[in-house]
C-alpha cells in the first residue's frame, strides 16, 4: 500500500515535501518512483529511487529543484520540492516496483500506485 501526502498551493520559488508512506511490501529489493500527471499532459516520470544499490534518477527538469530519499525506520519515501514553478502544477503519485525500473525514461508500468496529491504552483 502506498499513500501520499504533503499536496497543496504553493507561489513559485516555494518548497514542498511529499511524503509516499509504503506498507506492505515483503521484500527488501524495490524501486519508489515519483510522478506527475498535469491536466490533457501524459503522465510523466519524476524520480526513482532503488533501494537494493541506492541508485537516484531525475528527469533534467527537476535536477537541482528535486530530492528524493527515504527514511528506512518510519517505510517513508519523500520527495522534497525547492524552487517550485507553475510548470510543477500536477497531481504527483508515488509508486513502486520490485523490479530494477529506476531508469531514464522511468517506464510507467510499475505495479503498485498511492492516490496522488495535488500541487499547485502560482502566485
Known amino acids: 500500500q502506498l499513500v501520499e501526502s504533503g499536496g497543496g498551493l504553493v507561489p513559485p520559488g516555494g518548497s514542498l515535501r511529499l511524503s509516499c508512506a509504503t506498507s506492505g511490501f515483503s521484500a527488501d529489493y524495490y524501486v519508489i518512483g515519483w510522478f506527475r500527471q498535469a491536466p490533457g499532459k501524459e503522465r510523466e516520470g519524476v524520480s526513482c529511487?532503488?533501494?537494493?544499490?541506492?541508485?537516484?534518477y531525475y528527469r533534467d527538469s527537476v535536477k537541482g529543484r528535486f530530492t528524493i530519499s527515504r527514511d528506512f525506520a518510519k517505510n517513508i519515501v519523500y520527495l522534497q520540492m525547492n524552487n517550485l514553478k507553475p510548470e510543477d502544477t500536477a497531481v504527483y503519485y508515488c509508486a513502486a516496483d520490485y523490479r530494477p525500473w529506476c531508469y531514464d525514461p522511468m517506464p510507467r508500468g510499475y505495479d503498485y500506485w498511492g492516490q496522488g496529491t495535488q500541487v499547485i504552483v502560482s502566485s
Open positions: 529511487f532503488d533501494t537494493h544499490d541506492g541508485h537516484k
